[in-house]
Each structure stands twice: as structure tokens, then as C-alpha cells.
């Protein structure tokens, strides 16, 4: 007997953890303090101020559970979680407050619960959580997570007064992992976080009670990013069926215009025309009043002229051209008696002068919402996307951040200007820092970020990657065994991840376009400084030449030619100096 | 005893010379220049054969090399250096080889990276010094051999004024520092026979070769040092004697004996290496049909470098492009041993003197 069963999105990511990054005790205790991180940042990047992030990991004393089941403690002064969402912030999968379209680390509303419910699968504990938005209340809740039916279970829930305005969310459980091999990971993922994070005070307090502590050296945030519509090239069949569902529009043209983004008048117009959208009446049936409101809508029109209008169209000429018209719609008789007069232009003024008629967009049937959606990508006059919605951390800030943890002897950063996959806008930053506190390796370090989070796991499958392996850096002057770190970071209101466990970024020919021009920028700079640096080396070789055989020539010369006094060669060695150090 | 040419005036001279150059560039130095030197420029485009100095010599184009130029600075510091060296070695009357030059130069900080580089600049103090480098005690490896009745006296240290005779060892006196540098004191003989290998330069000695000639036999053990070289051709000079260059009867013998002749473009830079009125007297490309010599096939080699020979100025001569086409006709070579087909002796008592007399 076969039997069917359904699972709850927790069960799911019980039995599937792996997807997530929860794969063995090592890796967990990785992806359980990075998803804390992560949404402490984004948290703290809501609230305004500059963040503050502590992370605690320590032994648990429950000897029963043996050496490796581990207490996990994150703090942040973020914006805090109003309390009636902490139970399922934090004990439901697929809860949060990131599906919006606006750039933030997290997306799925899956890692931070998805922590908690490793942590209550290895070592059956419950989850502390005190939060506060900065009201007069604190809350603190004691959760499990019902795992079958993706539901919190709260145990405790106690009401502190909130007298000093306090903000953020601590967060304390347990989990079983493996601290000491997961450590240069952590401490790696610490260290870029902190790069692309100049702005935040970062703690650590490992489990043997070493501190690790990554100082802010900035107060400037990058501006925050805004929440954004839908680009009507990046909506599929099930968005559409959402947004024609909860619409209270009633015309086509303002549906478009208030649910997606960078769509005015003109655009929706001219886009519902070229899918077929549009119905206007045949001219023959139009009636007395409409001929007149028609020839006032054309007077009133200010495109007239030669590309425009004619200046003093009489009632009775319309009723002529009507009468011999060919045309069975509006659009087509005024484009065969108006030449030269653009078609956006005739669409907006009939539909001003409400000529223009539209199903009403709730009561769209599902092969019309396909063909829509369809017609959206084929249709080539939208807008792109433009970037508010993103954050990307700005030349200055990425600078700042290189310098802080890598100490550098040079920098180049570049920001590219905004681009779009499937309607997603994006943004790439690539940076290269040379020489300094930078050990020189085998091969060229390369440090990869989405949306401000550190991507340290599957770097060879990672779209980055491939295109830096497929540059020829000996162009650049590079060689392998340079001292470099080469910078990419990729924001987007929708990262192409390929997995959900948010390891590397998929292979997108826009995205590949915009990386390898950004490392094209940096690397041409970095060949200028490398060319200048070669120089002076060489100078300073060729000085050294000098000033180790002309004092010979001189000693030889002279005991040659029987002196006692070698003769004087400092104005020599001065003038083969091209620069002074 | 016609002319004399002194070795201690020549030594004065080659230290005169070294003195001077430092002092050139002690000069420059002083007068707030960088160093530099100018002289004949050793490539193969500036060397020409001279019909009437009978050798190769260097044409009118200079090299300049001036420590300023950084590519420069190095070898023009190791030059200065081997003449500081060179200068040490005249002056305390100690000779040294190519290699001891190569080591030596270490000490000083001023290194060679290998012996070639090394040798190259004692060709370039020898070009700028206009003396060939045994006259600053800077001998070759190679050592050749004289035997006969020669008296000399010697110049070298602790042996001055004493004489010797070069018939007193009957393996013959390696021409070494000491022979090289000794004054002629006075000879009985009347020619002097050059001898390309070691064997038969023996046989000689134990055929009596020299009292029945009445000549000097000098060993050459293949290309001749130029020490030996420069030896045959004060023999040749002060003591007025005929010299004859026996070799193997083919290509490379016959250049063994125009390199005594007529020098080598290498030393185009250096005179009294030379003695033009030298013969090659054998073997010759006739002689192997004469004498119906044992002989071997001529090998593509072999047969390339006569027609290289055929074109060089040095073989002009009526002789020398007779025996090439000899050569390249009958298609075969001969050794000196060859002759022991018809007797050890028959060397000494029939071939050496039918052939002086036909070469005289």
C-alpha cells in the first residue's frame, strides 16, 4: 500500500536541511552563526543607527549532551521585532519580512528558524528570544518549534519595562556542531563580514573565551534601499494572478501603473495596444457628443504643427472623415487621418477623453493573465528598473572596509552603474587590494559578497570566479603569486543564488557582463599602479647598480694609475638619481 | 741575433699601458664624468683581412662603453677590474690562468657569471691594453712543447739570468711563463719544424731529427696556444729561422698551420701572433697520392669545411687552393702516422727531406 502524507515547509527543511547549509555539525554551526548574523545586520540596517552585533558561542553545561552541543548567543540594536510576530519569526519556516523588493541579506524568511530548528532537533532545547522595538516593553519568549505543523510553540513569554528606550533582539539557544573545525570559516566569514560591513561593531567570544573584536571605523551607513514594485519584466503567471486578485483598479492602464515598476501613462499605454489589451469604438458608431468631445480633446491637444495635430478642425470635418473612413477602431482612424502624429500621443489623448476601454483587470480570465505576462517580455518599452531599491556599499565605504581589514598597500574600488537580469535590477562592485598586511599565496585571493553577505563555500561553481579564471591577468601585470584580493560584490533585489543555502552566484550573461567590465576597471588600474611600482623598483635596482661599481671603478682606477686619493664620484651617484624616495 | 726584441722593455710597456688606462679613467672620474672608454669594435663586421699586415685586423669602427649606461657599468667595472688585476700580477712577475681570473674576480665582489663572460673581458682589456694577454701573465690552459738547440735566459722570477738549453730534456720543454718570457741567448740551428701531434714529435727526437736537420721541433698538440704561436713567431723574427708546419693531410691540419701563418679572426686585435713566412709543409693532398698513403674517406664535414676554406681571404695562396681542390677530387685524408706503413723511419729518412727540399 502506497500512502500519501503531506509535510509541513518545516517538516520539509526538517528532512531536506541540507539545502540550507545544515549538512554536518561543522557546516551547521557555520550557517546557524552566519543566518543570526545576517538577519542581526539586516535588523540593525533598518534601525538607523550603527549596528552592533555580539556573538556569543560557549560550551553548553548540560553535561548530558556531551562536548559538542554548543550555546549560541546573538545580540543586535537593531529595529527589534514587534512582539506579536516573534512566535513566528522565530518558530515558523517561511516567515519574515523579507519578501519585499528591496535589497536585503536575507530573502527566504528560512535561515535564522531554520538555525533554531537544527538547534531543537540535535539538542531539544528551546530558543530564548528578548526583543524589543524601543516602546516601553521588553518581551521575552521561551519557543519551540511543532515541527509537523509549522507552528511555534511558546513556553515562556515574560514583560519587561523598557526604561531606557532599548532597542534590538538577543537571541540564545543550543546546538550541536563542531567549533574547532568550523572556526577558520567563522573567523573568515567574521573578517569579510566586517569588510563589507566598515560601519558595524562586530564581537566574538569563541567557546575557549578568546575575543574577537572587528571595530566600526565609520558612522556612515550606505543609504538605504527602498521598497520597490515589480518590474513587469521579472513577473511571472502566479504574480500577476496575486496582483489582478487584490487590485481594487478598475482599468487596465491603471492597474499597470500602480503595480509595477517604472510604468507611467504613456507606457501602459502603449504596452496594453501592443498586447492587444485595448479596445476603442469603430468611429461609425460614435455619437454626437462624442464627435464633439473628440475635436475638443484634438484642440486642446498642445502636439500641433507639422507633427501634430491641424489647428482648426471643425466638428463638421470629423463628421466627414468618419463617414468615409475604412478604419472599424479610434487607433487606427486617427493614425490614417492624423500622419505623422505618434501613437503614444493618440493613445493618451483618447484615453483622456475616455475613449479608451479596458477589461477590468479582477475580472481578467487565466489564458488572458498568461498572454499578459507573455506579452510583458516580449514588449521592449519599459523602462529599466532604476536602483533605489538597492544598497550597494559605495566606492567610499568599500574602501574603508578593504583598508580596515586587510591593510593594504593599494586600493582601486568601482562601482558599476546599474543594471537589470529578467527584470531585477543589480548593481556590481568589484575592488583589488595589493601588497600590505596581504600574505602572497599560490594563487589570488578572491573574496566574494552578495548583498553584504561573505560567499565562502562552492567558490569554484561561482559565476565570479569563472570570469576572474577567465581573464588574462598577465595583461594586467597580475601573476598568481602577487599579494591580491580581488573584490566582487553583487546586490540585488533578487541575487541569482542557486541554492538556497546562498553559497554562489548562478550563471547570468548580465550579471557575467557587469562583473567582468567592473574587474576590467579595477584590473587596468591596478596595471597602472603595478607599472609605476615596477618603475621605481627598477630605479632604485638601477641606483643600486650604480652605487656598487662606481665606488669599485674609482678604487681600481685608482690604484691603477698609482694615486693616493680616490676621486670624488657622490656627484656621480646624485645625478644617476632620477627621483628622490 | 738580428732583432732582438726585448721581454723586460715589452714588460715595461704592458705595464705603462695598464697604468695609463687607469689613470684615463681616474682623469674622467675627477672631472666629475662618468668613466668610459672607447676602442675597435671586435664584431665580425669590423674585422678585415689585411694582404699586407697578412692576417686579420680590426677596421675603423669603435665601441664606446660608458659606466653611465647601466647595462654597461657591470662588464666596464670588471674590465677596470682585470686591468687593477692584470696590472697586480705584471708587476709582482706571478702569471695565472683564464680560470684563476674567473675565481679571482669573486673576491673582489665583481663576479663573471660564467667563464665565457670572463674571458671576454680579458679579450677586452687586450683590445683596450693593445697587448695579448700572456704579456700580462694571463697563460691559457694549453701547453705546447719545444725541443733543439736553443739556449735562453730566463726572466722569471728567482730565475733571472740564469740559461738554459732546450736540448737538455729529451721529452722536450713545455713553452710555458718561463719559456715564453725568457731573452735567446744564442742557437745552432737552422730551422725550426712544427709538429701537430705528440707522437710523432718523439719519433722525431728519437730519430734525431733535430741534429740530422739541424732544427728546433716544436710540439703544437693541435691548434696552437697563442703563447706558442707568438713563440714560433719570435723564433721566426729575432732568430731568422725558416719554420715548417707538419700536420695531418686534411682540413683541420691545414688550418692548424694557417693559424700560425696568417692568425685568426679572434686575434685580429693583436699583432706578432703571426708568422707569415711559415710553410705548411705536409701532409698534403698530394702527398696521399705521392705516396700512396693509407687513407680514410673525406666525411660531409670534412667536405664542408674545404669549401669554407676555399673562399677564406687566408687561402688565396697558389698552394693552398691547389691541395682544396686535391682534396676534394681524391675525397680522402691521411694522418702523419700514415707514413708507418712503409717503416717507423721512413718518415724521417725518405718523406721529411724530399719534402724540404720541394718546399724550399
Not at chain 1, 560557549?58 to 549532551?65: A, C, V
Not at chain 1, 533582539?169 to 543550543?174: A, G, K, L, Q
Not at chain 2, 682540413?251 to 692548424?256: L, N, Q, R, S
Request: net charge positive.
Amino acid at each position: 500500500m502506497v500512502t500519501f502524507e503531506e509535510i509541513s515547509p518545516a517538516d520539509f527543511f526538517y528532512r531536506n536541511r541540507d539545502i540550507a547549509g545544515f549538512t554536518n555539525p561543522v557546516r551547521a554551526i557555520f550557517s546557524a552563526l552566519r543566518e543570526l548574523v545576517e538577519n542581526a545586520l539586516d535588523a540593525t540596517d533598518l534601525s538607523g543607527v550603527p549596528s552592533e552585533v555580539y556573538i556569543r558561542l560557549s560550551h553548553d553545561n548540560d553535561t548530558e549532551l556531551g562536548d559538542d552541543v554548543y550555546r549560541l548567543r546573538i545580540g543586535d540594536n537593531g529595529c527589534g521585532i514587534p512582539a506579536r510576530h516573534i512566535p513566528s519569526a522565530f518558530g515558523q519556516v517561511l516567515f519574515g519580512s523579507k519578501y519585499k523588493l528591496k535589497q536585503a541579506r536575507g530573502t527566504f524568511g528560512l535561515g535564522g528558524t531554520m538555525a533554531i530548528l537544527y538547534g531543537q532537533i540535535t539538542t531539544h532545547k528551546p530558543v530564548n528570544i528578548v526583543s524589543s522595538t524601543g516602546t516601553s516593553r521588553i518581551y521575552k519568549y521561551a519557543l519551540m518549534i511543532d515541527i509537523q505543523r509549522n507552528r511555534p510553540l511558546i513556553l515562556d513569554r515574560t514583560i519587561q519595562i523598557n526604561k531606557e528606550q532599548w532597542h534590538g533582539t538577543f537571541i540564545e539557544f543550543s546546538l550541536e556542531g563542531d567549533y574547532s573545525r568550523a572556526m577558520p570559516k567563522i573567523l573568515e566569514y567574521l573578517k569579510q563580514t566586517a569588510l563589507v560591513t566598515p560601519y558595524a561593531n562586530i564581537t566574538f567570544v569563541d567557546p575557549k573565551g578568546r575575543l574577537y573584536k572587528f571595530t566600526r571605523v565609520t558612522t556612515k551607513t550606505p543609504p538605504p534601499p527602498k521598497e520597490t514594485l515589480p518590474h513587469p519584466y521579472g513577473v511571472d503567471v502566479e504574480t500577476m494572478q496575486r496582483l489582478q486578485r487584490i487590485t481594487d483598479c478598475q482599468t487596465m492602464p491603471d492597474f499597470m501603473q500602480k503595480h509595477f515598476h517604472r510604468v507611467g501613462e504613456t507606457i501602459s499605454l502603449s504596452f496594453l495596444d501592443f498586447a492587444g489589451f485595448i479596445r476603442t469604438s469603430d468611429p461609425k458608431n460614435l455619437k454626437g457628443e462624442d464627435i464633439s468631445r473628440l475635436v475638443k480633446a484634438i484642440k486642446k491637444n498642445k502636439k500641433k504643427g507639422k507633427n501634430g495635430f491641424s489647428h482648426n478642425l471643425s466638428v463638421k470635418e470629423m463628421q466627414h472623415f468618419i463617414r468615409n473612413t475604412q478604419s472599424g477602431n479610434l487607433v487606427d482612424f486617427m493614425k490614417t487621418h492624423f500622419k505623422g502624429v505618434e501613437k503614444s500621443v493618440i493613445l493618451r489623448l483618447l484615453h483622456a477623453a475616455g475613449f479608451i476601454r479596458t477589461k477590468a483587470p479582477r475580472k481578467l480570465r487565466s489564458d488572458e493573465i498568461v498572454k499578459l505576462v507573455r506579452m510583458m517580455k516580449k514588449f521592449d518599452g519599459f523602462l529599466p528598473p532604476d536602483a533605489s531599491c538597492l544598497s550597494p556599499l559605495g566606492e567610499d565605504l568599500l574602501k574603508v572596509g578593504i583598508l580596515k581589514e586587510l591593510k593594504p598597500e593599494y586600493i582601486v574600488v568601482s562601482q558599476r552603474k546599474p543594471s537589470t537580469y529578467s527584470g531585477h535590477p543589480f548593481i556590481v562592485e568589484t575592488a583589488i587590494a595589493y601588497g600590505g598586511d596581504i600574505p602572497a599565496k599560490d594563487d589570488i585571493l578572491i573574496y566574494r559578497f552578495a548583498n553584504r553577505i561573505p560567499l565562502l563555500y562552492d567558490e569554484a561553481s561561482d559565476i565570479c570566479v569563472k570570469v576572474i579564471r577567465s581573464m588574462n591577468w598577465r595583461r594586467y601585470k597580475v601573476s598568481p603569486s602577487m599579494p591580491i584580493v580581488i573584490l566582487v560584490h553583487i546586490c540585488s533585489t533578487k541575487v541569482p543564488y542557486k541554492t538556497v543555502g546562498k553559497e554562489f552566484i548562478a550563471d547570468r550573461p548580465e550579471v557575467k557582463k557587469e562583473v567582468l567590465n567592473g574587474l576590467r576597471e579595477v584590473a587596468r588600474q591596478l596595471q597602472h599602479f603595478l607599472t609605476k611600482k615596477e618603475y621605481v623598483a627598477r630605479e632604485r635596482r638601477r641606483l643600486d647598480v650604480f652605487s656598487k661599481y662606481l665606488p669599485k671603478i674609482a678604487k681600481f682606477s685608482t690604484n691603477l694609475a698609482g694615486k693616493e686619493k680616490e676621486p670624488n664620484i657622490k656627484v656621480l651617484l646624485r645625478s644617476a638619481r632620477k627621483f628622490e624616495d | 741575433m738580428k732583432t732582438k726584441i726585448s721581454v723586460s722593455e715589452k714588460k715595461k710597456e704592458v705595464l705603462e699601458n695598464l697604468r695609463n688606462f687607469g689613470a684615463r679613467l681616474y682623469g674622467q672620474m675627477e672631472e666629475g664624468a662618468f668613466p668610459w672608454i672607447k676602442m675597435p669594435s671586435r664584431s665580425i663586421q669590423n674585422i678585415f683581412y689585411s694582404p699586407e699586415v697578412r692576417q686579420y685586423i680590426l677596421g675603423d669602427k669603435a665601441v664606446r662603453r660608458s659606466s653611465r649606461n647601466i647595462r654597461h657599468i657591470r662588464p666596464f667595472t670588471q674590465l677596470v677590474w682585470a686591468a687593477y688585476f692584470a696590472y697586480e700580477l705584471a708587476k709582482n712577475r706571478k702569471t695565472s690562468t683564464l680560470r684563476d681570473v674567473y675565481y679571482s674576480a669573486q673576491a673582489f665582489d665583481v663576479a663573471f657569471k660564467d667563464q665565457p663572460e670572463s674571458n671576454s673581458i680579458i679579450t677586452d682589456l687586450e683590445t683596450v691594453v693593445g697587448f695579448a694577454r700572456e704579456d700580462f701573465n694571463v697563460f691559457p690552459e694549453e701547453r705546447s712543447a719545444i725541443f733543439g738547440d736553443l739556449t735562453i735566459e730566463y726572466t722569471v722570477r728567482g730565475y733571472e739570468g740564469r740559461q738554459y738549453n732546450l736540448m737538455s730534456h729529451p721529452d722536450g720543454v713545455m713553452i710555458g711563463p718561463a719559456i715564453t718570457s725568457a731573452e735567446f741567448v744564442k742557437t745552432s740551428t737552422d730551422m725550426v719544424i712544427a709538429i701537430e701531434k705528440g707522437g710523432l714529435f718523439t719519433r722525431f727526437i728519437e730519430e734525431e731529427v733535430h741534429k740530422k736537420f739541424n732544427a728546433l721541433l716544436v710540439l703544437l698538440g693541435g691548434q696552437a696556444p697563442r703563447a706558442s704561436r707568438h713563440f714560433i713567431y719570435r723564433l721566426n723574427k729575432e732568430l731568422e729561422l725558416p719554420v715548417h708546419i707538419f700536420t695531418d693531410g686534411d682540413p683541420w691540419g691545414m688550418h692548424i698551420a694557417m693559424v700560425i701563418i696568417s692568425g685568426s679572426a679572434n686575434a685580429a686585435h693583436l699583432r706578432d701572433l703571426t708568422t707569415p713566412d711559415a710553410r705548411w709543409s705536409g701532409v698534403w693532398a698530394t702527398d696521399i697520392v705521392d705516396y700512396r698513403l693509407p687513407s680514410d674517406e673525406l666525411t660531409p664535414v670534412d667536405i664542408k669545411r674545404l669549401y669554407e676554406l676555399q673562399k677564406d681571404p687566408r687561402y688565396k695562396g697558389d698552394l693552398w687552393q691547389k691541395e682544396i681542390k686535391k682534396f676534394l677530387k681524391i675525397r680522402k685524408k691521411a694522418e702523419q702516422e700514415a707514413f708507418s706503413r712503409y717503416g717507423l723511419t721512413y718518415i724521417v729518412d725518405k718523406y721529411l727531406p724530399e719534402k724540404l727540399k720541394e718546399v724550399a
